[in-house]
Structures are given as structure tokens and as C-alpha cells.
């Protein structure tokens, strides 16, 4: 039951061969067996899970299922929920009950969902191996002594060690793609904004997208049907027609264009990586893909043009977290000055402080044009790369990350070393494009390798087709980490 | 030197609050005076994930006031974000229009002396007000209500072009009347729905260049503006008189002390780190929308005065008394509806004349006159045609004001005001009058006209003022064969 898919999930509560407590239950003695090894959550609340699931299996007795009623979902720290604590991984949010539900939540509560527990990440999402947690770092099943990416590595280490069916992630600079690489999960980031934003802490408002993360393709298709959708309170929210995001899952990919950037395969790309993702863009061959060599030129500026847009909007982002309403409050202070600072400089982890003041830096006066502005102007050459590229080919594929997982604490004391992790996806968000990492094989150590496919605009339904047939036609998908 | 040797540069940046009934970025209610906190949402308070929308309506307000100062409707405008830390900003900062505002240019007509004066506008943007921090009754503590922050403001920037204390305040009323005209603001002062930043700098009479200049900040009423600046004036020419230099700044008024203080310098000055709010698409308005807000525009002052002059032949003074608040021309406009358009500056005249001195006497805005405009023209009316004498109507006037009748035809047949225009009976009274006076009848035969204004005297003291002078005049002339 815990290796089994939504759909197989979804069938089996249908056909009453298990209820939504009994599965819920399940998953919750998972988490507290294994969690104290993974730390993949920071809020299991079994009460309230349980009455969901009550609830849920009532409306499977009444006939008013929908294929999501009574599943539980582990949901990332980043979503606020009603009642629930909700952290985004800080200390200065570590007394938040969050009074709101997020869009997302909304939706899924709609559906019938469980919430299974907030799972752990990179404080605020800060970071790429989940080691910026004020709750610690999480771990990754397949060798807990490496990280399992970031920063929705909660997310990620609980689906890849079975403690949750399915989970909810968030992308910024590829936060859900990576960790979904390095734990051996699917996940998507959504074109930017298809999934609203409201209830979703923001950490850069241009870039953050919501998406799933689970076991298949086909899960991820199943759970953006309900995850996505237009939403009034978020500006940046489209308004588009509900579209059912499986309906092209089994396409055949007989005359699919894969463009391969040659700047993915170039310098910095580890060879058991490089490898793993030739072989499976050979298994597309025979699935009857073609495959054109295609030139994302501004590639090598994409990190930096990140690091200049994300921190500018993180510092701003971040400055309602002052000690005045809610949230930590350091308990001594002179004055007013002196509560701000204590409550931030204690609030704040290092890597936050640390993007806090690059965002602050760019954008000061002085600073604006020649940092934040320049950027800017990037960041749409980046996009008209990609747009570019997308004349000669339907869909972008490579590695999504250089490396295989990383031994915790090995890049903790070089920040650049840690957002060079992130080339190959930080230019979807930037471009606001689609993008999708699946498993594809296993590098150095055991250790799973995913494989990047970019889309166009919207394309979302024909990245799950392409990354579907891939499942089918490979089990990469279908492994589980040892002793779990 | 004197002060008349420096010449007074000032421009004024006025906040007006936008009279939408919801926020400018969140549902929550902008009523004034409800309890601290009731009226912030959640967006207000800025919980963890929450986004911001655009009220609509906030921007139809801004259109209308762009459209009412001729300025040019912005196609494309950004929000930015204006970043500082204070407890009465939730988000750690304000949603504001930095480099594309939403309106710019145009430009405002005011009144100095007798002649007009235009003072060109800079812009005017789309921000959100700030809460309110609350110092009294929290034990040493201070308390926070931020059921203002979020209220739509549109921040209206003139350019340096008023000369004096008294411009300025001509200048904001003339503001103050436009928003209220246009019905984008209720113009309350004291709620702090209008308020002013004067930027003030002098120099010497004849110079091109620009003092270096200070700014007032928030002149919550017309006189506290007038005051500030003609202290601010003193105190920048005393000092550059005596050799020193004006340092840039940022100054508070204290009506107490009827002095202004240096808040914080220019070295001290935020670095605000503006830029476009990520959260916010760009405010894009069509010119299909800006043809939707002008048909629904009223008739602006401006047009009104030019009106008021042709149609009803009234003098450029009167037109421009009448059309100096939106109330004021509302009333003139009822009252000349119901007397009839012949009737016009006789309406003008009252209003301009004894209304307006009763309502000053006490206190009172013309729309809340006791006297309706429909109870002015039925005065008007009988005014024209005779029934009253100019004394009479006055005690009618004062009958209406102050309740004791509903009407003017009321009140006359009441208390028997009515004019004696019966030529029969008048010609009678006359006879007698004639009569009784035979020495003044001879005096005035013999060529002594001061004679004949004693006859028409005793005429009119025999019918206790009722009977109509003109009247009168013309009978006693007739009858004595004049």
C-alpha cells in the first residue's frame, strides 16, 4: 500500500478495500517510526488528521467522492493552513498558527484531502539542501548522511521514503524539481501562475510557484487538477479554464522535438549525471522522440541575474516579519529599534540575513540601476533564449542538477558552490515557464539522478505525456530507498 | 534686507483619501471612527502569504481626478514598493506609484486678488495609507490601530508655483473643493481625509535659482498650512539674512507653539529602496474606461463659471463665488431651477448676500442651510413680482430660516406681509394721505420735492410698510397732477 500510486490509492478507498483512516493511520506510524531519522516533518497532528479522514470516509459512504477524497497529503511548511502551525522553516515564525487556509489548501480541502502534516524545509526557502532549517536539516533516504535537496526537501524525503503518498511543494529557483531529483520523485513547477500564490508564503513574488511532488507523472497530472486554478486574491493568478491536466498522458511521442541545450551538457556536469541522462534520452529515441541540439546562450548569467531579483524581493518580502503582530518577538528590548533588530538577527538563520542584505544592497540607491535594473533586462534576454529555442523543438530536456545528492555540511560554508546547484533550473521561474524533474537512474553512491524537461508556456499537460511515457517505459519511478 | 526682498517658493503634495468603501488593496471597510483593529483583514495586517488586489474603484477616482486637472491618464502605470520599518506599516512597506504615477500633469486655476492664476501639477498617484500608532492608555506601551492602513490616497504634487502663505491656502482650497466636486474624496480635515506636505524655500526677489527648501509636514487644516509656511518663511530668511544656510529637511508643525521643528534631516532621510511590487501587475487603463469615467463626469467648475456668466448673465465674481465649492453651485443651480432662469442673479445675490451672512454668523456649511433653495426662490420669486419689499423679504428670510414657516406664500399670508398693490385700495389710503397734509401738498406744488417724500412717507406708515413704494410714488405723482 505504501509503494501504491493516487490513482491505485484513489481506486482502492473507491472500492472501500481500505478507509481513509485506515491509510491515514498507516502513513502517521510511518512518519513517527522513521521521521526522528528523516526529519522531514515539522508538524504531524494526528487528531486533526484523523478527523479529516473521518470526514473524508463519510463522503466516500455518501458517494460524493472526488479521486482525492481520503488521501493524505503531506503539505510544505510554506502553505498556510488553518489551525495548523506554519513555520516556512523559521524561528521567527515558530509560534505562527497560521488563521487562513492558502488557496491550495482550499482546494484540496475541497477535494477531500487529508492533511497528513507540514513538512520540512530550507528556512523560507532559502536554500538548496535543506540544511537552512531552523528545525534542522532533513535527510535523505536513500543515504541519510547526504541532503535530499532543497528547498522542499521535506516535501521530497517524505514521498521518496514512503511516509506520505503524495506532496505539496514550492519552486522558486527550482526548489521543487531539485529535491525531487536527489530523493528519486517526479515533481512539477508550474507555468507561473497557474497555481495562486495567496496563502503560500512568499519568499520572490516573481519567481515562487506551488506544485506537486510525488511518486509518477501521473500523480503529479492527478494532483495539479485540483491544485491549480484561477484565484481572485492573487493578482498573479491567470485566468484560464480549468483544463485536466491527464488528458495526454498516454500521446504517443512518435515526432517529439527534445531540444538539448548544449550549455546543459557542458562544464560542471558530474559524468555518472551525465550518463543517466543520455540514457534516458536514448530510451526516448525509442520511444520515437527526436532529439536537436538547441543554445540557451545566457545561461551561465541566469545564477547571477537569480541572485540579484530573488534576494531584492525576499528583503522586502521578509520585512513583515518585525515582531509587532505575530510571530517570535525577542522578550528583552531598550526600544523600538533595538526589538527590530534583536527579533530579526535572532528570527533569521544566516542564510536568510545573508539574502536579506544582497536584496537590500541591490536595491539601495545608488545600487537600483546597475544591479536590480540589469537584472531585469536579463531576465527577459533569458526568456527570449528559451523562446527561441522552443522554434526548434516541443520540449527542453537535461539533467536537473549537476550532481547527484551531497554529503550534508558539504556546501554549507560556500554559498556559491550551493546556488551553482540550481543552473540548470533556475531559468524556468525566471522565464516563468513549466518544468518537470522524473528519476531516470542511479549515479555514484546508489544515489538517484532526475531528468529536467522544460515546457512552453502551458504545456503542462504535454510535459506529463512526455515524462508518463518515459514511466512507462522505464521503473526508475517505481524505487524505494532501502531499509525504510 | 526685509522680508520683501525674498521671494516665497512653495509646492504643496496633498494626500487625499479616496472615498471608495472598501481598501485600495483588501476588502476590509474604510468607515471612519470604528473600534481599533476592527476594520483590518487580513491582507492588512499583513499575515504570513497574503497578496494584495486593486480596488478599481480607487482607480476610476483617480481617472476622474486626472480628467478634472487636465492631466495625462497614465495607460500604464506601476505600484512600487516604498520599504521602511515603523509598526504602523504592517508590511514593511507601502504599496505606492514611484516612477510611472498614474496621472500627470495638469494643471489647477486659483484665485488671487482679482485675477486668475494657474498652478501647474506635477502627478498624482495611487498609495495606501499607513495605520495609526496609539500612544495614550497602554501603560508606557504603545498600541497600534491599522484599521487605516490600506485606505486608498491619492497624493496630488504641484509644482513650485505658489508665491505665499495665502496662495498656497487658496491653492488647497481650491484642491479641496475639486475633490470633493468631483466626489473622489470626502474632504473631511479633522478625520485627516485631506492633508497637505508643504515644501517651502525662499530667495532673493529676482533670482532664478531655487533656495534650498524645507518640508512641512502633514497640515491637517487651511490655517495650520498658512501658519506653518509664513513661520517657515521667517525662519529661513532670518537665517539667510544672517549669513547662514538652509539645511534640507523634513519639518513638523506645532499649532501650539505656532512654530515648525526639524523632524529629520536630509542625511537622516530613509533610503526608501523603491521598486516595482512583484505581488501587483502593472495598472493598465484603457482608453475605453477613460471615456467611461468622462461621461460620467459632472460639470466641472470651470465650465460652470463660464455657464453662469452666459446663460444667466451673472458678473466673472459671482460666477466664480458660486462655483467655489460643488454645495455652493448645487444650491444656486435648485434655487434657479425653482425661481426660473429670469430670476437668476436676484437667487445669486442672496445667496452671496444675507445666506451667506447668516450661514457665517453661525458657523454653518451651506449644505446645511436651514433656508432650502427651494424656500429661497419662492422668496425670490415674490421678490420679483412685487409682493415683498426688500425689508419685508428679509423678515420672511428669517421666518424660514429659522422654522417658523415652510414657505414663503406661508409665511407672507400668516403674518399679512403681503404687499398693498390693490390700486383701489391704495388710491384711497392716498386720498386721505392728501388729505390730512395739505401744508406738505402745497410745499411740494410750490416746487419742493422733499415734500413729495414725506407724502410717500405718510403713505407708507398708514399701511404699516405693506403698501408697494413704486406704487405709491406713481399714485401720489398722478394725483397731484405731477
Known sequence: ?484 | MSLADWEVVIGLETHAQLNTRSKIFSGAATAFGAEPNAQACAVDIALPGVLPVLNRGAVERAIRFGLAVGGRIAPRSVFARKNYFYPDLPKGYQISQYELPVVAGGSLTIRVGEADKTIRLTRAHLEEDAGKSLHEDFHGKTGIDLNRAGTPLLEIVSEPDLRSAAEAVAYAKALHSLVRWIDICDGNMQEGSFRCDANVSVRPRGSDRLGTRCEIKNLNSFRFLERAIEFEVRRQVDILEDGGAIVQETRLYDPERDETRSMRTKEEAHDYRYFPDPDLLPLEISPAWIEQVRSEMPELPQAMRGRFQSEYGLSAYDAATLTASLETARYFQEAVAAAGKDNAKLCANWIMGDLAARLNREDKDIGAAPVTPRQLAGLAKRIADGTLSSKLAKEVFEALWSGAGTDADAIIEARGLKQISDTGALESIIDQVIAANAKSVEEFRAGKEKAFNALVGQAMKATKGKANPQQVNELLRRKLGA
Open chain 1, 1 to 484: 500500500m505504501i509503494h501504491a500510486t493516487l490513482k491505485e490509492l484513489s481506486a482502492a478507498l473507491a472500492r472501500k478495500e481500505i478507509s481513509s483512516v485506515e491509510l491515514t493511520t498507516l502513513f502517521l506510524e510511518r512518519i513517527e517510526r522513521l521521521n526522528p531519522r528523516l526529519n522531514a516533518f515539522i508538524t504531524v497532528d494526528r487528531q486533526r488528521s484523523l478527523a479529516m479522514a473521518r470526514a473524508a470516509d463519510a463522503r466516500i459512504a455518501a458517494g460524493q467522492a472526488t479521486v482525492l477524497t481520503g488521501i493524505p497529503l503531506a503539505h510544505k511548511d510554506i502553505f498556510c493552513a488553518e489551525g495548523w502551525l506554519t513555520t516556512c522553516g523559521s524561528k521567527i515564525l515558530s509560534n505562527f498558527v497560521s488563521p487562513y487556509d492558502a488557496h491550495v489548501i482550499e482546494q484540496f480541502n475541497a477535494a477531500g484531502a487529508v492533511i497528513l502534516g507540514k513538512t520540512n524545509m530550507d528556512e523560507f526557502a532559502m536554500g538548496s539542501s535543506n540544511e537552512t532549517s531552523y528545525y534542522g536539516p532533513v535527510r535523505n533516504p536513500w543515504d541519510t548522511d547526504t541532503v535530499p535537496g532543497g528547498s522542499s526537501g521535506g516535501s521530497a524525503a517524505a514521498v521518496a521514503a514512503r511516509l506520505a503518498p503524495a506532496a505539496t511543494g514550492t519552486d522558486t529557483g527550482g526548489s521543487i524539481r531539485q529535491p525531487a531529483a536527489l530523493t528519486g520523485i517526479s515533481g512539477i513547477k508550474p507555468t507561473y501562475g497557474v497555481v495562486s500564490r495567496y496563502g503560500m508564503i512568499a519568499f520572490a513574488s516573481s519567481l515562487d510557484q506551488g506544485g506537486p511532488m510525488a511518486k509518477t507523472a501521473e500523480d503529479c497530472a492527478l494532483l495539479l487538477n485540483t491544485m491549480a486554478g484561477f484565484d481572485a486574491r492573487d493578482s498573479t493568478s491567470l485566468e484560464r479554464p480549468r483544463e485536466d491536466y491527464t488528458r495526454d498522458l498516454e500521446r504517443p511521442l512518435t515526432g517529439l522535438r527534445i531540444g538539448l541545450p548544449r550549455e546543459f551538457f557542458a562544464e560542471g556536469l558530474a559524468d555518472d549525471v551525465r550518463r543517466a541522462v543520455e540514457e534516458a534520452i536514448a530510451e526516448y529515441r525509442r520511444l520515437g522522440a527526436r532529439t536537436v541540439e538547441v543554445s540557451l546562450p545566457n545561461l551561465n548569467l541566469s545564477v547571477p541575474v537569480y541572485y540579484v531579483i530573488a534576494p531584492a524581493e525576499a528583503s522586502s518580502n521578509l520585512s513583515r516579519f518585525d515582531g509587532v503582530r505575530y510571530g517570535y518577538r525577542v522578550p528583552e528590548y531598550a526600544d523600538l529599534l533595538d526589538m527590530y533588530c534583536k527579533t530579526r538577527a535572532q528570527g533569521f538563520g544566516a542564510e536568510v540575513k545573508r539574502r536579506i542584505l544582497i536584496g537590500t544592497y541591490v536595491l539601495s540607491h545608488g545600487y537600483y540601476d546597475a544591479y536590480y535594473l540589469q537584472a531585469q533586462k536579463i531576465r527577459r534576454l533569458i526568456a527570449q533564449d528559451y523562446a527561441e529555442a522552443f522554434r526548434h523543438c516541443d520540449v527542453i530536456m537535461g539533467p536537473t542538477s549537476p550532481t547527484v545528492a551531497f554529503p550534508l555540511g558539504a556546501k554549507t560554508d560556500d554559498p556559491v558552490q550551493m546556488y551553482l546547484n540550481d543552473i540548470y533550473t533556475i531559468g524556468a521561474p525566471l522565464a516563468g515557464l513549466p518544468a518537470l524533474s522524473v528519476p531516470c537512474g542511479f549515479g555514484a553512491g546508489g544515489l538517484p539522478v532526475g531528468l529536467h524537461m522544460i515546457g512552453n508556456y502551458f504545456s503542462e499537460a504535454r510535459l506529463f505525456n512526455v515524462a508518463h511515457r518515459f514511466q512507462r517505459a522505464t521503473d526508475w519511478h517505481t524505487r524505494a530507498p532501502a531499509n525504510i
